[in-house]
C-alpha cells in the first residue's frame, strides 16, 4: 500500500472523509487523495516520492509557484516578531491600501479569513446598506460555505452528485433566487417580479467553479446596466479571478466595475485570508463605523498579510500578466493540436492562466452545457495525468491554474501527456 493511502485509511478515522474541504477528496476520480510532502516552484512531491507537476496551485493561492524564496524569506521574519496581536498592525494598512490601488472599485477593503466569509460578509453588508432581504445568484457559481449560497453552487456540489446542502434552512434558501449564467433575460424576468426586494447580485464574473466559462459579449455590462436601474448592488466574486486574470482582476480585463468585490486566494499568498472591499459609502456601513456587524479574532492576520504583500509585491511588476497568457497560450496550442490529432470531442477553455478542459462535444457557456460534461470519460483522463505525473482538480467541475514557475519544459511534458491521456479516453470511453 502506497504512504498516501495508509495515511487516508489513518485520516479517515479521525476527520470526516478525511479531509478537511470535499473538493480534495478524489471520489469523482474513483481514487484515493495524494498527502503531500513539499512542493518547489510548479511541483508538489507525495509522500511517496513522486514529483507532480502542479495546476492545482492550491485551487488559486499559488500564482508564484510554490514556496516562493521572497515570500518565505518575509514570512520567516514577521514569524520572529510574532504571529497574532488582536491589535491592529500597519501590515493590514499596506495591504489594504494594494489592494485599493489594485483594484479601482475599491476605495476600503475589511480583511477576513477565508473566502467564505467574504462573501457571506458583502452579502450581509448588501443587505443592511439596501434594506432588501433577497439575494440573485448564477447557476453553478460558487461563492464559499455560507447558508444564502449553497444553492446550485458549482463544482464542489455537482461533484459529489447532491443537489444543494443539509442544514440550510428553507427559509435561508428561499431569499435565494438563481438563474443561469450569461443569461441576460432570465435575470430581466426576476427583476420584473421582485423589483424591490434584491440587495444584491453576486457571480463569478468568470466562472472558475463549474469549469472555466467566460461571460458572453456584452453580459457584464448588462448586468451593470441593470443592477444600476434597480437600485440593487452588484457583487463580484473575485476569490479566485482576483490578481489571477489581471491584477485589477476580471473587473480590469472587462472594464465593468461592481459596487462590491470579495477577495481570497492569491492575497492571502498561500495563508488563510479573504476580504471585500467597494465603494467608500457603502464600506462605511461596516461596524465599528456602520451598523452591520463583522469581527474577526485573527482577521488580518500579520504572518497573512505578510504573505499577502509579498505577493503581490511581485505580481505588480512589468509584465507578469503577459507571461501568464504567454504560458496559457503555449499550453493551449499543444493540447488543441492533441485534441485534432486525437480526434475526441473536447472542448478547452481558457482565460489567461485558468483553464478546463470539457470532456463534452458542445460549447460550455453555462452550467447546463457544463453539466453535459462526461465525467467517466474525465475520470480516466485524470487517473492518467496523475500516472504521467501531472497533478490536476480532482473533477471535471473545475479550474486549473498555470503559475509563474510553469516553465516551456513544464508545459511541454504537459502537453505530452494530454496527447497520451486523451489517447486513453478515447479508447476506453470510446469516443
Ligand atoms: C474558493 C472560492 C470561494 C471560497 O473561498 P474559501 O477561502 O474556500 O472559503 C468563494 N468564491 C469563489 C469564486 C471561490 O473560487
Redesign the pocket.
Known sequence: MSKSKELFSEAKKYIPGGVNSPARAFKAVENDPLFIEQGKGAFIYDVDGKKYIDYVGS??PMILGHNHPAVVEALQQQLMKGSSFGAPTKLETILAEMVVEGVSSVDKVRMVN????A?MSALRLARGYTGRTKIIKMEG?????GDSLLVEAGSGITTLGIAGSAGVPAKMAEETIVVPYNDISALEEVFKEYSQDVAAVIL?PVT??MGVVAPKNGYLESLREITKKYGTLLIF?E??TGFRLAYGGAQELYQVEPDLT?F??IIGGGLPV?AYGGKREIMNYIAPEGPVYQAGTLSGNPLAMTAGISTLKLLKEEGVYNTLEEKGKLLEAGIQENIRKVDIPVVFSRIGSMFTLFFNGSDVTDYQSAKGSNTKAFSIYFNKMLEEGIYLPPSQFEANFISLTHSKDEIEATVEANYKALLEVKEKAKL
Open positions: 485551487w488559486g477565508s473566502g467564505t466569509e462573501t457559481c460558487y461563492h464559499g460555505h463569478e472558475g467553479n466574486d476569490v479566485m470579495t481570497g486566494k479573504g
